[in-house]
């Protein structure tokens, strides 16, 4: 390993040989084996013989000599989001769409409320055939208009709106990368590597509710599920945040503000 401490990618087990295994890769109730290693870091891998299975397990590690060991655990936290800059007539054509849709549908007051919201993004998710997804849920479109919502009015004016489809773009944007091979979904290993690259940093358990949470019985996840996860994300990050006065990755909540963080996050 070398130092290395971070959760391992899939690419470094495609360009790095195990240096050892066990002989025959079989669904049995214990696997044990003796290896000869020279003197290093390693990373030991367990796994289920299926995948997307969970389940209990002691693993047991028998040495000459005392060593030391350590689950392999990644820091959460999440980036500073880098300014949007557009780079295609199409989306500039894509955003003038929305603006007049957006007018249509405000009305005089210029804020649209979620059933508003969901109808102006639905209208345009449409348009993408290659995204497999029944559009947004009025659920999903609530919780945007909390995330965007800087007025506290419960609804979106064109500036908030703007804000978040320049987010929404560039989440589509992953989403379009992991789907390689455009079936409209990604997979729960390829959702890991979304999350981080849109720059949440999670550990093993919040992947794992991730996958849960949104995940088919496939273990697959369509592009609404997709970004109200982001959503979900963004929102529960930024709360703490308002909270974590001192940046110490600590707060304290009484119960009101414990609620309010849940309900609005």
Not at 101 to 111: K, L, P, T, V
Not at 152 to 164: A, C, I, V, Y
Not at 217 to 238: A, P, Y
Request: proline letters at 2%.
């Amino acid at each position: 390993m070398h130092g290395n401490k971070q959760h391992l990618q899939k690419d470094f087990f495609l360009y790095n040989a195990s240096k050892a295994r066990s002989k025959t890769y079989i669904n049995m109730r214990e696997v044990s084996q003796r290896f000869r290693l020279p003197p290093s870091e390693y990373v030991i891998v367990p796994s289920t013989y299926e995948p997307h299975q969970e389940g209990e397990f002691i693993l047991r590690v028998f040495s000459e000599k005392r060593n030391l060991s350590e689950g392999v655990e990644s820091t959460i936290s999440v980036d500073r989001p880098l300014p949007y800059t557009s780079h295609s007539d199409q989306e500039g054509e894509e955003l003038q769409q929305f603006r007049n849709i957006f007018r249509q549908i405000a009305g005089d007051d210029m804020e649209i409320s979620a059933d508003e919201l969901k109808n102006v993004l639905n209208t345009v998710v449409n348009k993408h055939k290659d995204l497999k997804t029944q559009g947004f849920t009025l659920e999903s479109c609530r919780s945007m208009i909390a995330l965007m919502d800087t007025d506290g009015s419960g609804r979106l004016n064109l500036q908030e709106f703007h804000h978040l489809w320049k987010k929404i773009k560039s989440w589509q944007k992953i989403f379009k990368h992991y789907d390689a091979d455009q079936s409209g979904t990604i997979n729960s290993y390829e959702m890991r590597n979304a999350v981080n690259d849109a720059g949440f940093h999670l550990n093993c358990q919040l992947y794992d509710i991730i996958t849960m949470r949104y995940a088919d019985r496939h273990m697959n996840i369509d592009f609404d599920s997709f970004i109200c996860c982001f959503v979900r994300l963004e929102g529960m990050f930024r709360a703490f945040n308002a909270f974590d006065k001192d940046g110490d990755g600590i707060i304290k909540l009484n119960v009101l503000e414990w609620l309010q963080l849940t309900m609005y996050a």
